[in-house]
């Protein structure tokens, strides 16, 4: 409905060219239906980490590391870490190999394993830059979850929150995907509603969730 590929398209189209690997993994993705942020996304995504100076990133959801290659590239000349998870054991080793063909693996921790019980033991405050883009079903647990890791100032953002603008009340969809439009609907009130956070809705990609943690 409100979801326009042509538009990402063409935004896509106003970017430089993208070096050999990035190129190399958006065919992959593509073969594979691997599903990766839109190039925009990824430019935003390197864009807001390049210019909040962000240092400390987590990342939910690696699959095989386009996302996380487009996080240290804002972190680019600087210091910076980025911690990244999946519960894909194959997506996340081919990961590796390309953080390593990249020469950016020294910043980057892999962790594989389910994030749901994985984040319970990160430390509170400990990122100043999150992103998460796992599994869409478990938004909420992830929001619970991450939020506290998240220190003052820190940004967030959420991918996939406008599910092909399916969200919005009165869009056609297909039965199977009520579960999770509602389930992202009741995420984005919470998002939008918690009083730590200032949230802006960014329709990019499939939609963006753009969250600062307000100072106490
Ligand atoms: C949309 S893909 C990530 C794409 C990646 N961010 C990118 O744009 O290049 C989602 C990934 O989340 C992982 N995932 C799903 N549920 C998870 C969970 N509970 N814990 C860890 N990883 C999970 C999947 O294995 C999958 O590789």
Redesign the pocket.
Known sequence: MFYAFELEQFLGDLLPMRDELFLEMEDQ?LKET????TPPV?NFLSWLVKVSGASQIL??????????LWLAKGLEGREGKIVT????MD?ATRAMEYFRRGGVAEKIQVVM????KILKDFPKGEFNFI?V???KG?YLDYLELVTPLLGNGGIMVV?NVLFRGWVVPGSEYAPKYERMVSHLREFLKLLTQNPELQTSILPLGDGLAVSVRKSP
């Open positions: 993705a691997i599903p990766v942020v990824g990342e939910v959801g690696t699959a095989i590391g386009y996302s996380t998870l999946d519960m894909n997506r394993g389910d994030a749901r992103f883009d796992a599994a478990e991918d």
